[in-house]
């Protein structure tokens, strides 16, 4: 009897423990583990940034990407946290990096080669896995490059001199256009309308109406940055992505007429000799069977937008600085007349304007246009000490990286800063 009692086998463990478990447990238990789970995650990564704080801080990192922009938001969390930190975008793990050496190392690498942004703003304005600017498929991406590369690279480059400075001219004939009633030239418009029409000349060669091209390409843009980092929820509710659509197709329509055009001029040209240029090799290139329609009038439209956007907006500072510093505009002048003189400017003088392209560099790096590149790692990796895994967004804040390293006085605009040498980034 005594035996029987202490023989474990003799019980039912079960019959020991109520019949029905109470309806409210499982889901605490599997809430407990959950809680457990998000709670132990904060602490697995060692580069610095803020808490995961179970959800809570990969929340309030994207929410201020949103508000403050993506530049100012690096720059505090590069001034928060150091040159080398992490918070998360869309939920995803993105290092903001204004290190010289891990620039280097990523610029460097191929398998750094990759875009990040929101898929579905990517898709809807056209760039997710088309054209070359945001392209986040690897193997498009190279596809398209060379086309790229050869138009602005070689001859075409000699060639963009000579049609910008007959652009240039053109336009200059014809400021009534962008003059307001009291008087005052719409600089940034007429900058904007120079670089469409050297990029249309040199990259399609079909007329075009300037002044509603550019106003299409404001639009676009306005869309582009506004639904890069946006959350997919955003998509789902029609109304407050609407107008960008609407930008978007505004563009994307006049584009598909200009390049439609282009096709029939190509099939019926006599000698193709006469239309070669960046848009017939792409047509070409979706002829053979090598890229396709939507790709061809995707890399079009990018060429064509970029300088009226990122160029035009360049010139425009670099005459603002030179109005806010008549001594370096002195120094520009002496240099061109002595190089230049009275006759036209040639290709081969480009390399004899020192001044003038210390200028364009001290310029773009004291006020930059575009002051970042963003990255995906398509493999494990480390930078600087740091794990990197596959997948993990990076972003390059190369503008920050100027104001910390390399120059001699880098918080002002001064020629001295490229009076020597300066490592650039490949």
């Given at each position: ?47 610095p940034g803020p808490g995961y704080c179970m959800g809570i801080g990969p929340l309030i990192s994207h929410c ?145 109406d300037e002044s509603a091209i550019v106003v299409k390409i404001q639009g676009y843009f306005d869309a582009w ?202």
């Amino acid at each position: 009897m005594v035996l029987e009692m202490l023989n474990p086998m003799h019980y039912n463990i079960t019959s020991m423990m109520p019949e029905v478990m109470p309806v409210a447990t499982m889901p605490i238990l599997l809430l407990t583990g959950f809680l457990l789970l998000v709670w132990n995650y904060e602490d697995t990564s060692s580069i610095p940034g803020p808490g995961y704080c179970m959800g809570i801080g990969p929340l309030i990192s994207h929410c201020r990407f949103l508000w403050m922009g993506i530049g100012s938001a690096c720059n505090y969390y590069n001034k928060m946290y150091g040159e080398f930190m992490r918070v998360w975008i869309c939920g995803e793990e993105t290092l903001i990096i204004s290190k010289s050496s891990s620039m280097f190392h990523v610029m460097k690498h191929s398998h750094y080669s990759s875009r990040f942004g929101s898929k579905l703003g990517l898709q809807c304005i056209g760039m997710h896995e088309n054209g070359i600017i945001f392209n986040n498929n690897p193997t498009l991406w190279k596809a398209v490059r060379p086309f790229f590369t050869k138009a602005l690279s070689g001859p075409g480059l000699v060639r963009m001199v000579t049609i910008c400075v007959e652009s240039v001219i053109t336009h200059l004939d014809r400021l009534e256009e962008v003059t307001n009633e009291l008087g005052y030239i719409d600089v940034l418009t007429l900058m904007r309308r120079i670089m469409l029409d050297t990029s249309n000349m040199l990259f399609l060669g079909i007329p075009l109406d300037e002044s509603a091209i550019v106003v299409k390409i404001q639009g676009y843009f306005d869309a582009w940055q506004a639904l890069l980092l946006k959350p997919d929820i955003f998509f789902k509710i029609s109304w407050l992505y609407r107008k960008y659509e609407k930008s978007v197709k505004d563009l994307k329509d006049a584009m598909e007429i200009l390049i439609e055009e282009k096709r029939h001029r190509i099939s019926t040209a006599e000698k193709l000799e006469d239309c070669m240029d960046f848009a017939t090799e792409l047509i070409f290139a979706e002829k053979r069977g090598d890229l396709t329609k939507e790709n061809v009038n995707q890399c079009i439209l990018e060429m064509l937008i970029a300088a009226p956007d990122t160029m035009s907006v360049s010139v425009f500072f670099m005459l603002f600085l030179i109005a806010k510093h008549p001594k370096v505009e002195e120094a520009i002048m002496k240099e061109i007349q002595t190089v230049v003189g009275e006759r036209e400017i040639r290709i081969d003088d480009m390399q004899k304007l020192k001044v003038v392209e210390n200028f364009i560099y001290e310029s773009m790096r004291y006020q930059p246009v575009v002051n970042l590149v963003m990255r995906k790692a398509l493999q494990d990796d480390v930078i600087d000490g740091y794990p990197v895994k596959k997948g993990t967004n990076i972003i390059l804040n190369i503008g920050r990286m100027h104001r910390l390293e390399f120059f001699p006085k880098p918080n002002e605009f001064t020629l001295e800063n490229f009076a020597k040498n300066v490592r650039t980034l490949p």
